[in-house]
């Protein structure tokens, strides 16, 4: 996988001067590797990894990034390597950076998709994150608006693009609750918006643990993709996304279970102290408030199933 990921990162070509960087996977694949930092004016709000796909008849976006703005950006990309129409544009879930694009895309007459769970997420957290959008971003967030999907799916679709069979996988949410799988079968190759992190680590929503490791176990156990663009991070494969997203919900979920045997009182009790040092290698390992609200929400988890 290391000459895979040195082959792609030599064939890499620079979209924007600061938002992200092309990256091609195959003919028709291509992934746009953002920063593993925070939101900034620098990277338009595209601090993730999307990607597009060419069909015979067109292109398909896969996330339409962190501000209208960061959506002129990927459209640009995508007429570098295309002349071809964008004919879909598809939410991978509703972090912003995954949807606030949209309304760019929507005034091309760009039809828009996401899991119904996504579309609930986006319209349950809009103020929360249009606001944080806006002060991370400064006069960078102009022109950018909530624009929602047109098209929703409760839990698998494929999509009308000649040429490449392309289909959208809802099984219950990552590291948001919308979150799927845009799978290409043919190839092997899956887009896993934020159910996979790889390089950086992870941040983990209440009630979301769960749900995220049978998530990412479906990929593994039935869809066991060869190349793996995951929603954070480079183009990679199932091993690294394993040690780096499920490798790390294993080990707090074990955790908390362990504290809970040994007589934690609750969550918090069972949350403390963990020592998390096998994944410091990770960006934001450093975050002391991120590690430890991690190991706190999983614990949450794990005390309700055991109705404590």
Not at 68 to 95: F, H, L
Request: proline letters at 3%; aromatic letters at 10%.
């Amino acid at each position: 996988m290391l000459r895979l990921i040195l082959l792609l990162c030599l064939s890499a070509m620079s979209a924007s001067a600061f938002a992200f960087q092309t990256v091609r996977v195959t003919d028709r694949v291509y992934a746009l590797v953002g920063d593993l930092g925070q939101r900034s004016p620098e990277n338009l709000g595209h601090n993730m990894t999307s990607g597009f796909v060419i069909g015979d008849d067109g292109v398909v976006v896969i996330d339409t990034g962190g501000s209208y703005r960061d959506a002129e950006a990927i459209r640009a990309a995508i007429r570098k390597v295309t002349d071809k129409p964008i004919r879909w544009a598809v939410n991978t879930g509703g972090q912003d950076h995954r949807w606030l694009g949209n309304g760019y895309f929507r005034k091309l007459g760009v039809p828009i998709i996401a899991s119904r769970a996504a579309d609930k997420d986006m319209h349950n957290r809009t103020a929360e994150q249009v606001g944080r959008a806006k002060r991370l971003l400064g006069r960078q967030f102009q022109g950018t608006q909530a624009v929602y999907p047109t098209k929703t799916f409760a839990r698998r679709y494929t999509l009308p693009v000649h040429g490449v069979k392309i289909e959208l996988i809802y099984t219950g949410g990552g590291h948001t609750r919308g979150d799927i799988f845009v799978w290409l079968p043919r190839q092997k190759i899956v887009f896993t918006g934020d159910i996979v992190f790889v390089q950086r680590l992870l941040g983990l929503m209440p009630d979301t643990g769960f749900a995220w490791i049978k998530t990412f176990e479906y990929m593994r156990d039935r869809l066991r993709p060869t190349v793996v663009i995951p929603g954070h991070g480079h183009v990679t494969d199932m091993r690294e996304a394993t040690r780096d997203t499920y490798d790390y919900l294993i080990f707090l979920r074990n955790s908390a279970r362990r504290a809970l045997a040994d007589g934690a009182f609750d969550p918090v009790e069972a949350s403390q102290g963990l020592d998390q040092s096998r994944f410091s290698s990770l960006v934001h390992y450093d975050d002391l408030s991120l590690r430890s609200r991690n190991a706190l929400n999983m614990a949450r988890e794990v005390f309700a199933a055991h109705g404590q």
